[in-house]
Antibody
Framework: QVQLQESGPGLVKPSETLSLTCAVSSYFVTSGHHWGWIRQPPGMGLEWIGNIHYSGTTYLNSSLRSRVTMSVDTSKNQFSLRLSSVTAADTAVYYC???????????WGQGTMVTVSS | DIQMTQSPSAMSASVGDRVTITCRAS??????LAWFQQKPGKVPKHLIY???SLQSGVPSRFSGSGSGTEFTLTISSLQPEDFATYYC?????????FGGGTKVEIK
């Protein structure tokens, strides 16, 4: 069973860069699946941020594209998200996910709350 | 981008009721539609994918149907543990897009 675990700071200052990592267990990131991030602001719905293939190809939400960087570290079997120039609107629970065209977003991490505040 | 419109946004129902939630896509997504259940403070739970395929371990009272642009999630007999918010997701193409959610509350 695939397991995903997010890690990173829970508090980020406005205008700084949010950085999260997702460690993958019991599955290789070099599989044919895509790996990605979903976020959910408090009391609101789910927003797809983007996905990455281990080759480095990324697929990003156009509304966040200019601020998002994603990467994969195959040696550590993990992938990462960087979101620059954050504001309070970026405060959310961030989930890492595994995506497949056949079954969609079947696997999620536990989520990590990130608050943007000075 | 493919827009996903869920209805209703909220509903009240009683234990034992049959509940139907609808999701409409702004363009043909074939059968690439998934449903999630989310309880407060919890991770969204993957219920159904490819419109009607039940994720392993999900009770059989949950079912999904539809293709093209119109899809439904049905709970045949609502149980106390089913009160939650439900989201649809199209997994046909990037960008992936979610519906706005349907909150199922106790009547």
């Amino acid at each position: 069973q695939v397991q995903l675990q997010e890690s990173g700071p829970g508090l980020v200052k406005p205008s700084e860069t949010l950085s999260l990592t997702c460690a993958v267990s019991s599955y290789f990131v070099t599989s044919g699946h895509h790996w990605g991030w979903i976020r959910q602001p408090p009391g609101m719905g789910l927003e797809w941020i983007g996905n990455i293939h281990y080759s480095g190809t990324t697929y990003l939400n156009s509304s966040l594209r200019s601020r998002v960087t994603m990467s994969v570290d195959t040696s550590k079997n993990q992938f990462s998200l960087r979101l620059s120039s954050v504001t309070a609107a970026d405060t959310a629970v961030y989930y890492c996910t595994r995506f497949g065209w056949a079954d969609g977003l079947a696997f999620w991490g536990q989520g990590t709350m990130v608050t943007v505040s000075s | 981008d493919i827009q996903m419109t869920q209805s209703p946004s909220a509903m009240s129902a009683s234990v034992g009721d049959r509940v139907t939630i609808t999701c409409r896509a702004s363009q043909d997504i074939s059968n690439s539609l998934a449903w999630f259940q989310q309880k407060p403070g919890k991770v969204p739970k993957h219920l159904i994918y490819a419109s009607s395929s039940l994720q392993s371990g999900v009770p059989s009272r949950f079912s999904g149907s539809g293709s093209g642009t119109e899809f439904t999630l049905t709970i045949s007999s609502l149980q106390p543990e089913d009160f939650a918010t439900y989201y649809c997701l199209q997994h046909k193409s990037y960008p992936l897009t979610f519906g706005g959610g349907t909150k199922v509350e106790i009547k």
